[in-house]
């Protein structure tokens, strides 16, 4: 790999996937930490992501997390350019569109369509000072290249590749099974130059013994002429990084200990605040499904951020979730709203421009003396604050729009620069912040924790994901062919 560096050639390689949710993210991350630890500069990038799970980049904006993630693996801070076009969904049909780092506007699907031709010039604007700024870059493609009613105009996947000449491996994920029909039919339904830029494939997620898998593996290389990079089996300690879906943190359950529970909104967002809590031996991390009642026996409830507040808090009373609160709060329980789960903790909610939906004010859940109202601008910011009850630190980041005021502000959960940040109810139970990320301090983590009576284990939870990561790159080295994946970059 000496050579791949002494050339001095930017060069870069893209990870599409035969369909959603194959492995796409964690094999970028994998692949960067590999990458590192080769003594490579290396960078990641994703054209378009799709989520409402995001994080604060170091020049002000925001990307997808999980190119936050990626770009821990890389050693390097997250910039808009390494996810210059992010949708968060806000309804079924329509989305707020983020161009390098900025929101620009909320779009329908269909108007969406449209205005990706404009979008292309940005996304390689971004892809190219990446890449002068490094010696790979490694992109993750988004859904599938087979979803040919999307080609036109796409951004995402074989509309950038072909843009910006960047060869193509192409994952599957044998778990969901099918994993040949998967490679194979994806090839079919391609046009022959987007195929071509096709250079080889992934088996992911394999469990078991994998030579069972010797004659299909053979036999996707002789159907489609695609080297085959390898087969990947199942990465235990993927559980140890943050999930690209909520539903993730639904995997952390450990019976007996002390429950939290946290309300799983239709359109939760920045749910990775809630990662360092699943790690925790003590924690039982329960996800209430819509439908589910919150457990009666839990210590902590947790609103946690959405992309639609009011929406998910009639979606909330529609669960049955507010009469739930009301009665764990007079049984004593603690409960902890962040972002717009602490909007809605609140008396009101006035949204007089109509930026989330319909001009209107909705009535709040009341467990909190404050009121919120919408406003244009949008807060995105890196900070250090100070956990007001018990003087911990706490290095986190806001994202939201809103301001929220009333008595209870008062009585501030933490301190910002010597000024007052969210709120604390008057018995002290009710705890509302816009602080994102406060879980992954470990001094306040353990400070918190022990305040509602649960011994933390006093662990690093950045050590444990950049553990996780090295892991990852090893077991990537182990069963992958780095060396040939990395040789096919351009």
Known sequence: MSSFSALNIPRALMIQGAGSDVGK???????????KRRGLCVRPFKPQNMSNNAAVTVDGGEIGRAQALQALAAGVEPHTDMNPVLLKPESETGAQVVVQGKRVATLRAREYAELKPQLLPAVLESFERLKESC??????????????????????????????????????????????????GTESVLEPEDAAMIGGFIVNKFRGDPSLFDAGYRFIEARTSWRGFGVLPYFARAKELPAEDSLGLSEARKAGKHKIAFLAFERIANFDDL???????????????????????????????????????????????????????????????LCGGYQMLGRSISDPD????????????????????????????????????????????????????????????????????????????????????????????????????????????????????????????????????FALAR
């Open 135 to 184: 010696d790979l870059v490694l992109v993750e493609g988004a859904g599938s290249p087979a979803e040919v009613n999307l080609r036109r105009n796409d951004i995402a996947n074989m509309g950038f590749a072909r843009s910006a000449d960047v060869p193509v491996v192409l994952v599957g994920d044998i778990e969901r099974g099918g994993v040949i029909a998967q490679l194979i």
């Open 275 to 337: 990662d360092p809590l699943k790690l925790e031996p003590d924690v039982d991390l329960v996800m209430v499904k819509p439908g589910e009642a919150i457990p009666a026996d839990a210590t902590l409830v947790i609103l946690p951020g959405s992309k639609s507040t009011q929406g998910d808090l009639a979606f909330l009373r529609a669960q049955g979730w507010d009469i739930d609160l009301l009665a764990h709060h007079r049984r004593g329980g603690q409960v902890l709203g």
């Open 25 to 35: 993210s964690l094999i970028v991350a994998g692949l960067a930490r590999a990458a």
């Open 354 to 485: 109509g930026i989330e939906g319909p001009a209107g004010r909705t009535k709040g859940l009341g467990l909190l003396d404050v009121v919120t109202v919408m406003t244009p601008e949008k807060s995105l910011t890196r900070v250090n604050a100070v956990h007001a009850d018990t003087v911990l630190p706490i290095h986190a980041y806001e994202i939201h729009i809103g301001r929220t005021k009333g008595r209870d502000c008062k009585r501030p959960f933490s301190r910002i620069d010597g000024k007052p940040e969210g709120a604390v109810s008057a018995d002290g139970r009710v705890h509302g912040s816009y602080l994102h990320g406060l879980f992954a301090s470990d001094v306040f983590r353990n400070g918190f924790l022990a305040r509602i009576g649960i011994a933390a284990s006093e662990s690093r939870y950045g050590a444990k994901v950049d553990s996780a990561l090295d892991a990852l790159a090893e077991h990537i080295e182990a069963h992958l062919d780095v060396d040939g994946l």
